[in-house]
């Protein structure tokens, strides 16, 4: 089971919808998958539109225990099965401020799970204690980011956060790479910026790149997979995911 967090550090870049996307990628591959909600505002639930549970994220940071993983589980309104997801709820934000001590309490809750080939965590676009409670528990981070000057300075946060996390509580953790979301071709500061990430973070800059398209808005609106919405644009989009799925996927598994 590949455990994998989609983060960022600055807010507003599309973190949530690559995690759709390659949930949508996942549920079309077949790929068991679970998705777990730690940003407090709650968009990639209410985008799976899971089945009513009787807990959600902030009762497990609370009681990290088998029985309340159990009960937070649901299945998402994408599939009959395959897609299952543990919802996001305002009140995890009171665990942003937990004590250094407290961040392994997803990776045990984790501990308690089975039956899945694939984890996404998508975590909230800061450095609190969730954010930092995620990532140690998953052996790979995919950081998000969009070709502009604050989204770029923040990509560099986020890698020594994952360097930080590895050096302490997380010693299995590694960055995935950094996926460039929302690119515009004829933007000419988009292509300066985009030169610049592949000049300061080289091969960790993960490839494709994931295109503006209004089709990926419109079928996260609909609470739908992006690979069911009609449409090239959403056939192109569907591709892309399908290779970022590829390449998380071959990371070498290290917990």
């Keep these: 089971m590949l455990v994998l ?3 960022s550090l ?67 309104g994408w599939a009959l099965s395959g897609l299952d997801v543990i919802p ?11 004590e250094v001590t407290d961040v392994d309490r997803l990776r045990y809750a984790l501990s308690w799970v089975s039956g899945y080939d694939l984890v996404i965590l998508d975590c909230p676009p800061s450095l609190g204690g969730l954010t930092r409670t995620g990532l140690t528990a998953c ?8 070709p502009g000057l604050f989204a770029v300075m923040a990509v560099g946060r986020a890698l020594r956060t994952v360097d930080e996390l590895r050096r302490g509580p997380a010693p299995q953790l590694q ?32 490839s494709p790149s994931i295109p503006e398209r209004a089709a990926l808005q419109q079928a996260q609106g609909a609470a739908r997979p992006i690979h069911s919405w009609p449409g090239e644009p959403a056939r192109e989009l569907s591709a892309h995911f399908e290779q970022l799925l590829d390449r998380a996927l071959r990371a070498p598994r290290t917990s």
């Design 5 to 7: 967090g989609v983060c």
């Design 10 to 76: 600055k807010g507003g870049v599309g973190k949530t919808s690559i995690t759709l996307g390659l949930a949508s990628a996942a549920l079309e591959r077949g790929v068991r998958t679970l998705v777990i909600d730690l940003d407090p505002q709650g968009d990639t639930t209410m985008a799976l539109a899971p089945a009513r549970s009787q807990a959600d994220v902030a009762d497990v940071l609370a009681d990290p225990g088998e029985a309340t993983m159990r009960a937070a589980t649901a299945l998402s």
């Design 88 to 98: 996001g709820n305002e009140r995890s934000a009171v665990h942003d401020h937990l």
């Design 139 to 146: 052996d790979r981070a995919l950081i998000v980011t969009e």
């Design 175 to 206: 960055p995935l790479g950094v996926v460039i979301n929302r690119v515009r071709a004829r933007s000419v500061e988009q292509a300066y910026r985009l030169e610049e990430l592949n000049r300061l973070y080289g091969p960790l800059v993960l």
